[in-house]
């Protein structure tokens, strides 16, 4: 148990190396070292594929577009059939799903919802644990392979947990989810559990799970496999490939995101930046994350940064004001201290997009839109069309622009809240300090609850007739 993860090799022959995101530090790191952070200045890592380096690019996108019809493991799933821009050798032994692979949808109602004229929503709540973290799972465990770690360990609000208990399975690999006790939605927890993880509810909230994850990353037969770890966000960028191959390769003028851990936003971000330096794509698109409004610490730097002037050197000396209590019936997003959030900043000021934050009503609203277009999504996913509606009312994004919403958890995550909202039962119950229990009642603006009906032919027409 007390083995070591594997000797660091020196390159691969991707030529990929680990470095610090700090401008202003040189560091880098061989691909295969176990490290989730600079030694030098504790700043995030990042992965350099050298994308640069390839001699023809355009040629890829032809042979990504071929593999669609090929039966090799590695061309069925939407992640690995991107892996000419993977850190990985060809002969890496994989661990998939099939993960990838889906779908966009046209969103009339939600696009009339939001005030546009069409918008276009891609549903990475339909990867196989039902959840966007499937693009990075399957990297970050084949990466745990490689290093031959003992066991993956990752605190999670129920969806990365729920992801890396079916990866690890698959690898068959110990696996370790730190939850934040009673905060997590039934129905991810039943997955973790479904699929071998041993769980461990922390008395605490999701920062407290993160904290212990720092603390446990020293011990060496551990792999960390929140998105810290940066070959997490090498396969969760590989969506922006995806999202650009199913485009056409015409770039949409929005991508928005919800943001938590902020992970997804800081990967699409190094997906189109990647694209763009191969010259696959001659702009990227302005990328825009939405928060929880009592989970918001990035939108509120955010605001203050556009306020004064956004300039690299401010980027540099940005410090985030962490939310010791973050609330949100989107227990998704629930996080007070995330991350990423030095990435996903840089991605959205590169791409000159907004970090916005919706309140409960307006998610919830936007949650039942999406479900009438027969799409459905899990609450946070539903920030992402509240966040549109918001920007296209401040003018941040143009009626006739091209928008393409992200949705990142299945509907049936979050059983409870959806029959909640429709039966009218839905609010945000948390304590005020000395005053108690405070409730505040979200409105079913689209509700949609069962009627109760006689067991008669009769009584079923008849309701039939009045019902819209
Ligand atoms: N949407 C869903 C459905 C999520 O589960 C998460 C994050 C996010 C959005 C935010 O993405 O963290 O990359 O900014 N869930 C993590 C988890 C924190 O543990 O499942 P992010």
């Known amino acids: 148990m007390n083995a070591a993860l594997k000797k660091p090799q020196l390159r691969k022959s991707t030529g990929a190396v680990q470095k610090c995101i700090a401008g202003d530090c040189t560091a880098e790191y061989a691909i295969n070292e176990p490290i989730y952070v600079c030694r030098k200045c504790g700043d995030p890592l990042e992965i350099d ?25 590695r061309d069925r799933s939407g992640v690995w059939r991107y892996r000419e821009v993977l850190p990985f050798n060809d002969n890496a032994s994989i661990v998939t799903l099939f993960e990838g692979n889906t779908p966009i949808y046209d969103a009339p109602k939600c696009a009339l919802y939001a005030g546009l004229s069409s918008l276009t929503l891609k549903h990475q709540g339909n990867n196989p644990t039902g959840s966007f973290k499937d693009t990075g799972m399957t ?10 770690a003992q066991a993956v360990l990752c605190a999670s609000t129920g969806n990365t947990a729920a992801s890396l208990a079916a990866y690890a399975a698959r690898a068959n690999v110990k696996c370790a989810v730190l939850l934040p006790e009673g905060q997590i939605s039934p129905a991810k927890l039943a997955q973790s559990m479904d699929y071998g993880a041993i769980i461990f509810e922390v008395e605490g909230n999701f920062d407290d799970c993160m904290r212990l994850t720092h603390e446990l990353a020293e011990v060496p037969w551990i792999y960390i496999a929140n998105s810290v770890n940066p070959f997490r966000i090498e396969g969760q960028k590989t969506v922006a490939y995806e999202l650009m191959m199913q485009c056409d390769w015409r770039v949409p003028d929005h991508v928005v995101v919800p943001g938590g851990n ?14 763009r330096r191969m010259k696959l794509i001659d702009r ?18 955010f605001a203050g940064f556009m306020k004064a002037g956004s300039t690299n050197e401010k980027l540099r ?41 919706v309140n409960e009503q307006e998610m919830a609203d936007a949650k039942a839109m999406i479900g009438l277009e027969g799409i459905g999504c899990e609450p ?7 966040g549109i509606k918001k920007l296209v009312a401040q003018n941040k994004i143009g009626r006739d622009e091209s928008v393409v919403g ?16 429709h039966r009218g039962m839905l609010s945000l119950d948390f304590d005020v300090e000395g005053q108690g229990e405070k409730k ?18 009769h009584a079923i027409i008849e309701s039939l007739q009045r019902e819209r």
Request: proline share 7%; net charge positive; hydrophobic share 45%.
């Open 284 to 301: 990227v698109p302005k990328l825009s994350v939405i928060q929880a409004e009592g989970a918001a610490p990035l939108a509120h730097l």
């Open 317 to 357: 000396e940005a410090k985030i004001e962490t939310v010791a209590h973050p609330r949100t019936l989107a227990t998704a997003i629930k996080i007070g201290a995330p991350v990423s959030w030095k990435k996903a900043l840089r991605a959205v000021i590169q791409s000159q997009g907004n970090i916005i934050s």
């Open 49 to 73: 594929c050298r994308v640069e380096a390839f001699p023809d690019p355009l040629s890829l996108r032809q042979q990504w577009e071929a593999r669609a019809a090929s039966r090799d493991p």
């Open 262 to 275: 902020m992970g997804n936003s800081s990967a699409l971000g190094k997906g189109f930046d990647e694209m």
């Open 406 to 421: 992200i949705l990142t958890g299945h509907v049936l995550k979050d059983p409870d809240y959806v029959g909640h909202y």
């Open 139 to 148: 990297t970050a465990v084949t990466q745990a392979g490689i290093l031959e």
């Open 440 to 457: 505040v009642p979200i409105a079913g603006g689209f509700r949609n609850p069962p009627v109760r009906v006689m067991a008669t032919k």
């Open 380 to 386: 946070a996913s539903a920030a992402t069309v509240a």
